[in-house]
């Protein structure tokens, strides 16, 4: 069984700071992706970054990078140059290759907030 | 290309109604999967659709069920509805050419209301 753990309900980052949401993860499976969306309050959930089990570099999509560390099992998300539009929660979520680890299996999310 | 989309957006019901829902996937995406978003249980999977085919089923009991047409678009429903099933529900699809590993891109959800 797939198990993700945000342990962050809530965040607050100054505008144009960093800010990094912590997520780590349970899994048996050798081959596995790891995910990152954004769901403002509107409902949507936004896609933002993605990083696969075998690969050796962290990803980086815009402002949004992921830390990888695989030996502990953790994925952290981190936002650089926050901005008041990146208030929303954020979801870590990982899928496996097989049966019902292809589903997603999300955390419980972090609320982040921007403050001016 | 267009994102997913899924219709209606709100919806009120009353309890024992049964509902559809409709999600349209991102053109050229095969693999439609459902999930419920509410407060006390967070995001949970419903179900995964393939080529018209469910191929994975969460823990959801037989009063919601769904279904894929061959141009990929796919319905759930839930019948005898219970106070419990008002919630968000999102569709999301994915091209499924990455070994299970394919990101999926949702849509804006249903926002179910049951009284």
């Known amino acids: 069984a797939q198990k993700i753990t945000q342990t962050q309900p809530g965040m607050f980052v100054q505008e144009k700071e960093a800010v990094t949401l912590d997520c780590t993860y349970d899994?048996?499976?050798?081959?596995?992706?790891l995910f990152w969306y954004k769901q403002p309050s509107s409902g949507e959930m936004i896609f933002l970054i993605y990083?696969?089990?075998?690969?050796?570099q962290n990803a980086t999509e815009g402002r949004y990078s992921l830390n990888f560390q695989k030996a502990r099992k953790s994925a952290n998300l981190v936002i650089s140059a926050s901005q008041l539009g990146d208030s929303a929660m954020y979801f870590c979520?990982?899928?496996?290759?097989?049966?019902?680890?292809?589903?997603?299996?999300f955390g419980s999310g972090t609320q982040l907030t921007v403050l001016p | 290309k267009a994102g997913v989309t899924q219709t209606p957006r709100y919806l009120i019901k009353t309890r024992g109604q049964q509902v559809t829902l409709s999600c349209s996937p991102i053109?050229?995406?095969?693999?439609v999967s459902w999930y419920q978003q509410t407060p006390g249980q967070g995001l949970q999977f419903l179900f995964e659709?393939?080529?018209?085919?469910?191929?994975n089923k969460g823990n959801f009991p037989g009063r919601f069920s769904g279904r894929q047409f061959s141009n990929s678009r796919s319905e759930m429903n839930v019948s005898t509805l219970e106070l419990g099933d008002s919630a968000l529900y999102l569709c999301?699809?994915?091209?499924?050419?990455?070994?299970?590993?394919?990101?999926?891109?949702f849509g804006p959800g249903t926002r179910l209301t049951v009284l």
């Open positions: 999301a699809s994915s091209p499924e050419g990455r070994g299970g590993l394919d990101t999926q891109y």
């Open positions: 899994t048996s499976d050798q081959s596995y992706g």
């Open positions: 990083q696969g089990s075998y690969d050796e």
């Open positions: 979520a990982m899928r496996g290759t097989s049966g019902s680890a292809r589903q997603l299996t």
């Open positions: 053109s050229g995406h095969r693999s």
């Open positions: 659709y393939f080529s018209e085919t469910q191929r």
